[in-house]
């Protein structure tokens, strides 16, 4: 019957998209996409907690093949396996620079945040890359800020942390990624030049109802505030949410209630319509 024969059709669908997905998160699907530029820069709102203040955006990869999205977090994985997380960061840096210059001449207070895998930092010349990324879409550093995620590779701390120096003295700013759900919270806050600890939307999503999330959420805030860093809150979903985020002095926030990732092009003349 119909029920039935929808049923198959679903399967079939469910099994050809993940076959479609663990065929594309292959080391040569990967290189062809980064090359033939069918990945996609979407962006996310940060906004101020105090005004709700449009304080820039986040840049996210998107890859969309054959009605499948693959999702980021399985072809970033596989770019740090297999070599590509170089030029996966390059084809970032220079789209979110393109999309960014635009909407730079209309609001040159905007900072626009691309996420910076570790390994990319000890793989290539990024502070090269970086600085003549830059000059060649005429953003000024100011403009760039860097999300680097904690990891493990405590051992390569000491170059990490003198490329990130280097980057901060020319302007770029530096955020703390994921903060809290690695191994190296409190050595990465020692090392580096950080500007922004961002939280974690595992630890921001349940400060409404549960007392020790809450009460981690307000500690985080003040330890990133005795360092002179600024705080932001990923994953803010509800009005309580951003209610109790204002309390405990967190300076921004990024997340569905206010603006959800949307293709470059969309979410800055989202901007522009007054929003
Ligand atoms: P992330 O850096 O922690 O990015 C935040 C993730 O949370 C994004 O997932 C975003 O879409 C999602 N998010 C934002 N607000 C909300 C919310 O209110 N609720 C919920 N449930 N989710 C929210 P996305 O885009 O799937 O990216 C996943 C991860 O992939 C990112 O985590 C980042 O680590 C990585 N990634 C994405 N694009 C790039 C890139 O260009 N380069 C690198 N190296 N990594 C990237
Ligand atoms: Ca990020
Ligand atoms: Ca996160
Ligand atoms: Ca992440």
Redesign the pocket.
Known sequence: DEATLEAVQTAERHAFNSSVERQLVSHDALREAIAANHLAI?L?PIRSVRDGRLHGF????RWRHRDAWV???RF?ATAEQTGL?GP??HW?LHGTLRACAPALRENPTLVFS????PR?VLEDDVVAAFSAALALWGVPASALKV?V?ETAFVSDMPALSEVLRELHATGVAISI??YGTGYSSMAYLREFPVDEVKL??SFIQDITVNTRSRQLAAAAVSLAHGIGAQVVA????SAQTLALLAEMGCDRY????HG??APAAEAIAAMTGGD
């Open positions: 979407w996310q986040e840049s996210l990869a999702a980021p977090e970033i997380i996966l960061t970032s691309i996420n910076l895998s990319a999300e995620t990624d994921d974690d939307r990923e994953g803010v979903e990024q997340g569905y209630l959800r990732p």
